[in-house]
């Protein structure tokens, strides 16, 4: 038994020991897909942000939603490379409390900005005489930096009561860290109520974000029904925002389910996508939707592609 946490420095991820054998056709896919997520990613960002036509609220919390999808899969994805290359699949104590954190914030950052958009959709088609005096810069601000800090905040409180907790295993059954994991390591005997309370409260909040989300949309679809143009709106504007938001809830409680429920029988291949599931769809699909489905960014897109065409088509004739 170890005496307090600071003996364990080194924790053991196992969760890829049966898969070394493809790791190398594994490791090409994931780095593949890691670099498509960091360029679709970006190349959102970058849209918004030098065009001073999508300087608008609902683009901003669109760019906000991307530099989360940044956020995660980085908190994931260089490690999980690393390890594919490495037969020694190990990561400092300091190291995956940072990672637990990366990747708790991540999802509940992901749930605030999703709420955040729900509520400028409300404000934009429900109360469109009130909505530009009211989603001022400042304002805007504010919503922007508290969907970030208040995940930010519960889990830095939470991953410091975890690192107080005495540990008595460094053996990890996953490919990644997670808070829940380290604290199934704590020994019998460490106090664990703080971790508890902390744990439900963050339920509590992010259930209600989850019930404003709802609120907002039935709201949204009776005054939809009572005016042609808002059904357009809606259209473009919601659609977008409703699917991220089924898959982020789908992946989410899928996975709560699974870790109360699911069976250990599964193969660990199986398990291990499972677990991953959230790094590996929210952000390639959020700014492919956005992209694809909101006409001023879509329109964007096709002209910056058209104006590389016409520059490739040039330097091609030069030659």
């Known amino acids: 038994m170890m005496d307090n946490a600071s003996a ?29 997520v960091l360029f679709v990613n970006i190349s959102l960002i970058a849209i918004i942000f030098l065009d001073e036509n999508l300087h608008e609220p609902m683009y901003i919390f669109l760019c906000s939603f991307c530099i989360n999808g940044l956020y995660g899969a980085s908190g994931f994805y260089p490690k999980f490379l690393f390890d594919l290359l490495s037969f020694s699949h190990e990561i400092s104590y300091e190291g995956c409390l940072l990672q637990a954190f990366v990747m708790y914030s991540f999802a509940c950052c992901e749930m605030s900005i999703l709420a955040v958009m729900a509520y400028d959709r409300y404000l934009a088609i429900c109360q469109p005489l009130q909505y530009h005096s009211f989603m001022t810069r400042r304002r805007i601000s504010v919503l922007v930096c508290s969907s970030w800090l208040l995940p930010l905040c519960i889990f830095s409180l939470s991953i410091f009561l975890t690192s107080t907790l005495n540990l008595c295993g460094s053996k990890i059954q996953k490919l990644f860290c997670v808070n829940w994991v380290i604290y199934e390591l704590a020994c019998s005997e460490s106090n664990t109520l703080a ?125």
């Not at 960014?297 to 490739?312: D, E, F, L, N, P």
Request: hydrophobic residues 50%.
């Open 8 to 36: 364990v420095r080194i924790f053991t991820l196992s969760g890829l020991n049966e898969t070394m054998n493809y790791r190398i056709a594994i490791f090409s896919v994931t780095f593949l897909y890691y670099c498509v």
């Open 195 to 319: 971790n508890n309370i902390i744990s439900h409260a963050t339920t509590l909040i992010y259930v209600f974000h989850g019930f404003f989300i709802i609120w907002t949309y039935i709201h949204l679809a009776i005054t939809c029904t009572k005016s042609k143009e808002d059904r357009v709106k809606f259209v473009q504007t919601c659609i977008p925002h409703l699917v991220s938001l089924i898959i982020f809830l789908f992946v989410i409680v899928f996975d709560l389910m699974f870790t109360r429920f699911g069976s250990n029988n599964l193969p660990n291949s199986v398990i291990n996508l499972i677990g991953i599931k959230f790094v590996i769809f929210p952000p390639l699909v959020n700014p492919i939707i956005y992209g694809f489905k909101l006409q001023k960014v879509r329109c964007k897109i096709a002209g910056y592609m058209k104006t590389h065409s016409i520059i490739s088509a040039y330097c091609v004739c030069r030659l």
